[in-house]
């Protein structure tokens, strides 16, 4: 793993009076560029060549340089990250960078400074290691069953890295499991030794708060260090959601949770102590669990059940798709900013004044 005072070596090097926020031109690249603008930075995109005329389609979110690459493998060229490097990029990874680029070549091959701490990658891409975050943190979180054999309720069953639901399935018992599973192998949605995680189902309402944490700037709730907001919360939409359009049968084509896009949110007011409750759980955990812990927007995702409460079922430690749709605030940031602010924005804001303080690398790994 590259040490983080190797990147802020890096980091020494750059011209401060000149820093360009840089990302991979994919999923949040519109937001954040956008947002970046709207602070005054230089933009880089990194971007494969036949997709450069799509973002120049939006021309308020087109970076002002372009890194153009022709795989996304290409990102952990020496070229590409010395070119990076020379426009003095800070880069902020969104779902598809660490999707395409890998935790491991993120950790161990990638020398670009990047807004946040790459160590939450360990914590996040793991699905064992995140329930010992839930853990630790205090969050609920449903029922792991370690082997099919522990089926004793509904369970749902999931592919151990981050797949956006697709094949994910419901069963009822063991003999249920290996049935759908076979299923599921046979249509070529999970592969015949991925491994799983089985959850309990928890049945209730989706909810995605999307949070930003800030230890050098924040109108937020106060923390012992800084503050947290919570900039938007958005629902996903999944083929399951519509599974009544097939009354009185139910189409097996329903039966998925594949995410397809994302609606916005307001939830009710009683729920918001707990919705803010949960974001500084996870705040103060990451600080103890890999210091300095969570840096910047983060999404907690959740079902809420009225016996059970708030069930956490993931977290994302980065900005995320569900923040789209805010652009120019949300419904709950007019009451954090006087201006329109995105998390893209937010994010900028913050290397904004994280620079104006001089204390730009304690943002950055
Ligand atoms: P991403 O990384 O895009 O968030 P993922 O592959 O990690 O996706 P999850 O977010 O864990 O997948 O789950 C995908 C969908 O499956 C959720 O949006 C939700 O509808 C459903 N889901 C996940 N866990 C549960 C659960 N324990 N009970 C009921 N539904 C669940």
Same mark, same amino acid.
């Given at each position: 793993?590259?040490?983080?005072?190797?990147?802020?070596?890096?980091?020494?090097?750059?011209?401060?009076?000149?820093?360009?926020?840089?990302?991979?031109?994919?999923?949040?690249?519109?937001?954040?560029?956008?947002?970046?603008?709207?602070?005054?930075?230089?933009?880089?995109?990194?971007?494969?060549?036949?997709?450069?005329?799509?973002?120049?389609?939006?021309?308020?979110?087109?970076?002002?340089?372009?890194?153009?690459?022709?795989?996304?493998?290409?990102?952990?060229?020496?070229?590409?990250?010395?070119?990076?490097?020379?426009?003095?990029?800070?880069?902020?990874?969104?779902?598809?960078?660490?999707?395409?680029?890998?935790?491991?070549?993120?950790?161990?091959?990638?020398?670009?400074?990047?807004?946040?701490?790459?160590?939450?990658?360990?914590?996040?891409?793991?699905?064992?290691?995140?329930?010992?975050?839930?853990?630790?943190?205090?969050?609920?979180?449903?029922?792991?069953?370690?082997?099919?054999?522990?089926?004793?309720?509904?369970?749902?069953?999931?592919?151990?890295?981050?797949?956006?639901?697709?094949?994910?399935?419901?069963?009822?018992?063991?003999?249920?499991?290996?049935?759908?599973?076979?299923?599921?192998?046979?249509?070529?949605?999970?592969?015949?030794?991925?491994?799983?995680?089985?959850?309990?189902?928890?049945?209730?309402?989706?909810?995605?708060?999307?949070? @930003?944490?800030? #230890? *050098?700037?924040?109108? +937020?709730? /106060? &923390?012992?260090?800084?503050?947290? $907001? !919570?900039?938007?919360?958005?629902?996903?939409?999944?083929?399951?959601?519509?599974?009544?359009?097939?009354?009185?049968?139910?189409?097996?084509?329903?039966?998925?949770?594949?995410?397809?896009?994302?609606?916005?949110?307001?939830?009710?007011?009683? @729920?918001?102590? #707990? *919705?803010?409750?949960? +974001?500084? /759980? &996870?705040?103060?955990?990451?600080? $103890? !669990?890999?210091?300095?812990?969570?840096?910047?927007?983060?999404?907690?995702?959740?079902?809420?059940?009225?016996?059970?409460?708030?069930?956490?079922?993931?977290?994302?430690?980065?900005?995320?798709?569900?923040?789209?749709?805010?652009?120019?605030?949300?419904?709950?940031?007019?009451?954090?900013?006087?201006?329109?602010?995105?998390?893209?924005?937010?994010?900028?804001?913050?290397?904004?004044?994280?620079?104006?303080?001089?204390?730009?690398?304690?943002?950055?790994?």
């Amino acid at each position: 793993m590259i040490d983080r005072n190797e990147i802020l070596s890096v980091l020494s090097r750059y011209d401060l009076k000149k820093i360009s926020i840089a990302t991979l031109c994919s999923h949040s690249s519109l937001q954040i560029f956008h947002g970046a603008k709207r602070e005054g930075f230089r933009t880089v995109g990194i971007c494969l060549a036949d997709r450069v005329k799509y973002y120049q389609a939006f021309p308020e979110a087109f970076p002002d340089e372009l890194v153009v690459i022709d795989n996304y493998k290409d990102i952990l060229d020496d070229r590409v990250q010395e070119q990076l490097i020379g426009l003095n990029s800070i880069i902020i990874a969104h779902g598809s960078f660490v999707e395409y680029v890998g935790s491991k070549n993120i950790l161990d091959l990638f020398y670009v400074p990047m807004y946040g701490n790459r160590l939450v990658l360990e914590w996040e891409g793991d699905r064992e290691k995140q329930f010992k975050w839930f853990e630790k943190a205090g969050l609920n979180f449903p029922r792991i069953f370690r082997s099919p054999d522990e089926i004793d309720t509904y369970a749902f069953v999931k592919v151990y890295g981050a797949r956006g639901g697709r094949g994910y399935f419901k069963v009822s018992s063991r003999e249920d499991f290996y049935k759908k599973l076979d299923e599921k192998i046979k249509a070529g949605l999970i592969g015949e030794n991925e491994k799983l995680v089985i959850q309990e189902f928890v049945a209730g309402v989706r909810y995605y708060p999307h949070y @930003f944490y800030s #230890q *050098i700037y924040s109108r +937020g709730l /106060k &923390l012992s260090k800084g503050g947290l $907001e !919570l900039l938007s919360i958005d629902k996903r939409i999944e083929p399951i959601d519509e599974v009544y359009r097939g009354y009185p049968d139910i189409i097996p084509d329903y039966l998925d949770y594949t995410v397809t896009g994302n609606q916005p949110v307001v939830v009710r007011e009683s @729920f918001l102590p #707990q *919705i803010l409750d949960m +974001g500084v /759980k &996870l705040v103060e955990s990451s600080i $103890e !669990l890999f210091p300095p812990g969570l840096i910047g927007p983060f999404c907690i995702e959740t079902v809420y059940n009225p016996r059970k409460g708030f069930m956490v079922f993931e977290v994302s430690a980065r900005i995320v798709a569900g923040t789209n749709l805010y652009p120019e605030g949300s419904p709950y940031t007019p009451y954090l900013f006087r201006e329109p602010m995105s998390t893209g924005k937010r994010i900028a804001m913050d290397i904004r004044v994280a620079l104006e303080k001089g204390i730009i690398s304690s943002l950055i790994y």
